[in-house]
């Protein structure tokens, strides 16, 4: 058995890049992981030289999911009601990790060189962008036990690609290539597969040189937006946008901005 790090992290011009490590298990996803992986999220979160998180890995898949051998997210053979399996489900840390990476105000992007499964996928579905090579696909294989993907997969996906697509997922059990999962909205953009980590890097850089702030102004206003009425959540922007405009980041953008097309020109 490897001594190896079931996930490793290293930091590059702002980018926090954390990497699945268990090519021998398909990157399945392990308490270890789990537990390196929140680890880095908070990382992110609490260091201000961090712009980004980039999660990836490496091997024949991008990750198999959680790692049932191991127990990781499978149900305690003692639970034997309903409400106790509810709120097994409710308290799995996996819900824990995936709600702090959708609220922390930094983003996070994921890149799928190869097959995302199961938890992997939901937890990417909690990442504010989702990167494909070519050769990426996606699948929810709960269904072929007849159950549920239940940390995220019906809620959040359903958010993201609608009723339509989250039916062909899980109740089809069909699985997406990336080219499907772009129609759908699942994925921001596929790459090529040989220059699919270079790409993805360079996606994030671009992420590093927006202002933080209008960054994590718009991930809340955004998500705001999705629940509240069209009226509602232009009161949202409204109220965002009185507080960014008065910073004096805005206020010199501007004024470098005239001064650029001819205008006004900057002090």
């Not at 270890?32 to 992110?44: F, G, K, N, T």
């Not at 629940?227 to 910073?247: I, P, Y």
């Amino acid at each position: 058995m490897s001594d190896a790090p079931h996930l490793v992290t290293e930091e590059q011009d702002g980018i926090l890049i954390a990497t699945f490590n268990r090519p021998d298990k398909l990157n399945a996803m392990s308490r270890e992981l789990l537990l390196l992986l929140e680890e880095a999220v908070l990382r992110l979160r609490d260091t201000a030289d961090l712009k980004v998180l980039l999660i990836r890995s490496r091997g024949r898949y991008f990750s198999s999911g959680a790692d049932l051998k191991e127990g990781a997210s499978g149900p305690p053979t003692t639970l034997d009601s309903g409400s106790a399996i509810r709120e097994m489900h409710r308290m799995l840390p996996m819900r824990r990790i995936w709600d702090e990476m959708e609220r922390i105000e930094k983003p996070i992007v994921v890149a799928h060189h190869a097959m995302c499964v199961g938890g992997s996928l939901e937890m990417s579905l909690s990442c504010d962008f989702r990167l494909a090579a070519t050769s990426a696909g996606y699948a929810f294989p709960e269904a072929k036990f007849g159950v549920l993907p239940a940390t995220n997969g019906v809620s959040r996906l359903t958010r993201i690609v609608g009723p339509h697509w989250a039916r062909y997922l899980i109740m089809a059990n069909i699985p997406a290539t990336a080219q499907e999962a772009l129609s759908m909205g699942l994925v921001h953009k596929i790459y090529p597969d040989e220059t699919f980590e270079d790409d993805a890097v360079d996606f994030c850089r671009h992420l590093t040189r927006q202002n933080g702030e209008m960054m994590g102004t718009a991930k809340i206003a955004i998500d705001l937006a999705a629940d509240l009425g069209v009226h509602q959540a232009a009161a949202v922007e409204r109220m965002a946008n009185s507080a960014l405009m008065l910073m004096p980041s805005y206020q010199d953008g501007v004024r470098r901005h005239l001064a650029t097309i001819g205008g006004k020109k900057a002090d």
